[in-house]
């Protein structure tokens, strides 16, 4: 739904000219082109600068996946629609959802760090291209996927030329004064020979030269080597050789450097201080020490250091953290296995703490910190599953993530595996239960809610048979069954207070409760129902139930033909849910807006709403959850958008409007434009498709622009397929539709 999501590259890429040309070219002729070589050698970062630069030849974008950190093969489909903001939260499998969005797509995949999950990522990389023909793969990985149609492209270390180039670079930049001169250029590029010429290995070498002059990073390096040749040759020269640059970065670092750099290495995915100072200190490395060692080993260029939206963030390189990890197997398995539990207890209690601040003004700011850590939070799981309870806490906990941040398809994984390793009848088991139904109810898997949610209601605790009678009520309303959903909802806000439990989810039933008075035309009970609620969320700061209340009294100003004032709260409720990346309420949201864009006079603003609308329920479930009340706005708004611009002309806004990507789609419904129409075309396509319009046969158009009567086919076809139209007709009308 997004167009490209290419990591900034913050240091600058030096040399790799004929690698890059390579890249390009296979590209160019092949579907799944593998970068491979040994750690350090430089295969993100070509990766990551080759598709940068084929990036045009892809309309629907570059999409850049990280899987170094991901432990679960079946977490791969997930990681790769959370590098494309794919959120999905229908009940479809992960490989539907992917294939389903990538169908008539023209998009590059660059999937790195594959080595640890080559298989699976052979797997699915052989189904996608298999069904989207528009697809291309780039892997940067230890070893080839091993598949029909693979290129592979083994990458060397850096020319002698571009080595003392990036020597000189990163010499400057640590620093500040650094040059190759006549002088000293024999020592540099001996330096690079040493170092094989691997990026990495020069890249660590640089930072010794704050404190040590060329010749002496050299006889450094010689000692290392020396001691290498005592030891193991396994791994072959350049393996060697990027093992002696880190291991004389190792030698170089304090003991207590050594010994937090081995610990962190239990991190996945990066790290805040907060967080190594609690799962990190222990023994002689005190809290208060943890600061200035992280310094310290940021200025040594072993830990990255990165301002984030949620605040300094730190990681390893793979190839550091790895070693990292060896010494931490050296320190003896108590020592691991002590540092993997205080790592397991620390993230699940941020989820517990996230869960309590969830309710309250912190909603961006713990968004934000759990999508930041959802790799360490993931690998803590994974180990929690062998301790049950941990396992159905940390799942059931996360329950705002998974719901309220767009993540239902995940979270469906999480409380799977976990009520699956536990079916004792255990309170943690009964509140993973009315978690699991929840998001089941909302992807579409209703069978399965109702059975988790009984089950809850049956055997659980006064408190979870309220979350579970709360979540029946949920079903019924999205099934129509509003006489079943009312005393469900009532049932549920009654035993809530019975508790004396106020938190999202009973502000929820009101809400809910206020959608079925809505629908029933019970305007005034309705308002005074989310009277209520909005005065409970502005008391406490909240904003994702708040978001809501916006939408509901939206829909009832609407109802009473106040339609300013519906645009003004559906607009606001819009803005809050795209900001926690909710995708049901930014789609309610937008099909409200599509409808009083309709009632405004701007019957094509309207229709694209509508053909936006329509691609975002492809990731929460069934058009408007297959509700008769939830689907009047979108059914009055399609009859009288097309009736006003006629049908091929309703039908074209419509397909640009499924080209939107998400923010595109937000930004069209809160400013009543689209944005440029020409967008999804080249310009190439863009001539043809004029010319489609003036009436021109393929050959005449050939024969015009002087192509070849294929080349035409081509590119009409090409229209066709990105507009998702099926008819000439249909690119005529698109072109005479446009704004001029």
Known sequence: MERGNLPADVTGFV???????????????????????????????????????????????????????LHDPGLIETAIADAMRLTDQTARTDEEVLTAHLAGKRLLLVLDGTEHLVGRCAQLAELLLRRSPGLKILVAGRQALEIEGEHLLPVPSLTLSDAVAL??????????AFAVTAEN?????????????IPLAIELAAVRLRALSVEEVVEGLDHRFKLLDLGSRAGGPRHQTLRAAIGWS?????????????????????????????VCSGGRLSRAAIVDLVGALVDKSILIREEREEGVRYSLIDSVREYGAEWLGRLGAAEADALRARHTDFYLRLARANEADWFGPRQQAIFSSTRAELGNLRAAFERCLDAHEQALDMAATLWFYWVGCGQLREGRHWLGRALSAAPEPTSARMRALWVAGYVCVLIGESDSGTRFLEECRDH????????????????????????????????AVERYAKLGVLECNVLMACVELAIVL???????????????????????????????????????????????????????????????????????SVELVALLRAEAGEPEVAAVLQGAAGTIWRSVGPLLFDSRHFNRPHLICAERAEREL????????????????????????????????????????????????????NREMAEQLVLSKRTVDAHVEHIL????????????????????
């Open 15 to 69: 040399g790799r000219r004929a690698e890059l040309k390579e890249v390009r070219r296979l590209l160019g002729r092949a579907r799944l082109v593998t970068l491979t070589g040994v750690a350090g050698v430089g295969k993100t970062r070509l990766a990551m600068r080759a598709a940068y630069s084929a990036r045009r030849a892809f309309d629907d974008g570059v999409f850049f996946v990280d899987l170094s950190t």
């Open 167 to 176: 020597l000189a670079d990163r010499a400057l930049a640590a620093t500040g």
């Open 185 to 197: 250029e024999a020592l540099v590029r001996k330096l690079c020979l040493r170092l094989d010429r």
């Open 250 to 278: 190792h030698e170089l670092s304090t003991p207590d450097e050594r010994l937090l750099w081995a610990r962190l290495s239990v991190f996945s995915g990066g790290f805040g201080l907060v967080a190594a100072e609690s």
């Open 460 to 491: 659980g605790d006064q408190r979870a048979v309220a979350y579970a009678v709360h979540r029946l009520g949920c079903a019924a309303l999205i099934a129509d069954e509003h006489d079943r959903a009312v005393p469900l909802f009532t049932e």
């Open 518 to 588: 809505a629908f029933r035309g019970e305007l005034d009970s309705c308002a005074e129902l989310c009277d209520q609620v909005r005065d409970r969320c502005e008391r406490v700061g909240e904003q994702w139930v708040l978001s809501y209340v916006d939408y509901v009294e939206a829909y009832a100003a609407w109802a009473k033909g106040a339609r300013g004032r519906a645009l003004s709260l559906a607009l606001r409720s819009l803005r809050v849910s795209h900001r926690f990346h909710d995708l049901v309420g930014i789609v309610l």
């Open 646 to 697: 006629g049908g091929r002309v309703y039908a074209a806004a419509y397909a640009r409007g499924r080209r939107l990507g998400l923010d595109e789609a937000v930004s069209a419904a809160a400013g009543g434009r689209e944005p440029r129409a020409e967008l999804p075309l080249t310009r190439r396509e863009w001539e043809v498709a004029q010319l489609v319009a003036g009436g021109l046969s």
């Open 721 to 740: 397929d990105k507009l998702g139209f099926s008819s000439r007709a249909q690119i005529a009308a698109w072109v005479t539709s446009l704004p001029s």
